[in-house]
C-alpha cells in the first residue's frame, strides 16, 4: 500500500512514480542512497487559552480551530511549496518559512483580539511551518534505503524530545514571565533552530532529479495510492486530536492543574521521542504496512479503554507515554 517503489531484488521492477509505468531498474552507481551523511507545543498554549478566557468573546471551539488551522495550513501548502522547491531551490523556499514562523509567533504575542490569533499563531505559523517542513521532509529519503525507516524515526524524534523541552519551557515561561513572552521567546528559537538546519541540510537532488510534481493527479487512478491517502487522514485526524487536546482535557474534564496538564504535554513528547526510533526499526524489520496497522489498531483502542475513562493524574500519565511512544506512525512508515 503506498509503495511506490517496490523492492523484491536486485534486479526487480519499479513503479515510475511520474507516469506509473512498470519499468525496469538501472543500476546506477551514483543513484544509489548513501545509506547515511547528510541525510512543540500548542497544546500548552491552548490550555492556557482556555483556563483564563484569554479573548474576550472567544469560544473553546476558537481556540482549538487555531491549532487545527496551524497544522492545516502547513499542509494544505503542499502543492505551492513543492512546486516553488523545483523552481528556487529548497534553501530559499525554507528560509522563507523560517522567518514567517518565527514572525508567527512573536506577531501572536501582540494579539489582543481572537482573529488577530488566527491570522498570526495559525496561519503565519503553519505557512511557515510548511515551507519548512515540505521541502525538508523529501531530503532524508534520499540518503537512505535499507534503514529508511529507522533514519526517518531517528530524524522525527527530535520533535519529540523538542517538544518535551518546549512543552515544560512554555509552562515555565508562562507562570514566570507572560503569556506574550513564552510566545517571543518560542519565535525567537525557532528561528535559531530552524535557521541553522536550513543551512545545514543537504538534498541529492541532483543526482535522484525528482519530478517536484505540485499535484500528481494520475495517482489517484490508482487503489493503492487511494487507500494510503485514505489512511493518511485518518491516522493524522486522531493524532491532531490527541496532540492537541491532551492538554485542555487534563483541566476541563479530569479537573487537573494548569502545570500538571503542562507536564502531560511533556509525558506524550517524551513516549513520542522514544517511541518513533523503534517504530522506524520495527518498521524496516517487519513491514510498513504491517507495523502501520497494527499501531494504528492499539491507538485507537487505548483511547477507548484508557484516555476516555481516566481521570486520575497517574493513568493519564500512563496514557500520555504510552500513545506518544506509538503515535505519528504516518511519519516513519510513509516516506518512500
Not at 512498470?22 to 490550555?47: I, K, M, N, Q, R
Request: neutral net charge; proline residues 3%.
Amino acid at each position: 500500500m503506498g509503495r511506490l517503489w517496490l523492492r523484491a531484488s536486485k534486479e526487480e521492477n519499479h513503479i515510475d512514480s511520474v507516469n506509473g509505468e512498470t519499468a525496469p531498474v538501472v543500476a546506477f552507481p551514483d543513484d544509489a542512497p548513501p545509506e547515511g551523511g547528510y541525510g512543540w507545543s500548542y497544546g500548552v498554549f491552548l490550555s492556557y487559552y482556555l483556563e483564563n478566557s484569554f479573548f474576550e468573546g472567544a469560544t473553546a471551539l476558537d481556540y482549538a480551530f487555531i491549532g487545527g488551522l496551524e497544522f492545516g495550513a502547513c499542509m494544505l501548502i503542499s502543492p505551492a511549496c513543492t512546486i516553488l522547491t523545483r523552481e528556487f531551490g529548497r534553501s530559499a523556499v525554507m528560509t522563507v518559512g523560517v522567518f514567517t514562523m518565527a514572525g508567527g509567533y512573536i506577531a501572536a504575542s501582540f494579539a489582543e483580539q481572537i482573529w488577530q490569533l488566527y491570522l498570526t499563531q495559525g496561519v503565519m505559523v503553519g505557512l511557515g511551518m510548511g515551507a519548512i517542513f515540505i521541502p525538508a521532509i523529501a531530503v532524508l529519503p534520499q540518503w537512505f534505503l535499507k534503514r529508511r525507516s529507522l533514519a526517518q524515526g531517528l530524524a522525527s524524534c527530535g520533535s519529540g524530545f523538542g517538544g518535551l523541552a518546549f512543552s515544560l519551557g512554555t509552562s515555565a515561561m508562562i507562570e514566570q514571565l507572560s503569556v506574550a513572552w513564552a510566545l517571543r521567546i518560542t519565535g525567537i528559537l525557532c528561528f535559531i533552530g530552524n535557521g541553522i538546519s536550513t543551512i545545514l541540510v543537504r538534498d541529492r537532488n541532483h543526482i535522484v532529479k525528482p519530478p517536484q510534481l505540485g499535484f500528481a493527479v494520475h495517482l489517484l487512478k490508482r487503489y493503492d495510492c487511494f487507500l494510503l491517502m485514505s489512511w493518511t487522514f485518518v491516522n493524522l485526524f486522531g493524532y491532531m486530536i490527541i496532540l492537541y487536546s491532551i492538554s485542555n482535557y487534563a483541566v476541563q474534564v479530569a479537573g487537573l492543574s494548569q502545570s500538571q496538564a503542562g507536564v502531560l504535554t511533556a509525558i506524550l513528547n517524551l513516549g513520542t521521542g522514544i517511541g518513533r526510533p523503534c517504530i522506524g526499526l520495527a518498521s524496516d524489520r517487519f513491514g510498513r504496512i504491517e507495523v502501520a496497522a497494527g499501531l494504528t489498531l492499539f491507538n485507537g483502542i487505548i483511547v477507548f479503554a484508557i484516555w476516555v475513562p481516566a481521570i486520575d493524574y497517574g493513568v493519564m500519565i500512563f496514557f500520555a507515554i504510552v500513545s506518544g511512544a506509538s503515535l505519528g506512525t504516518f511519519w516513519m512508515v510513509s516516506k518512500r
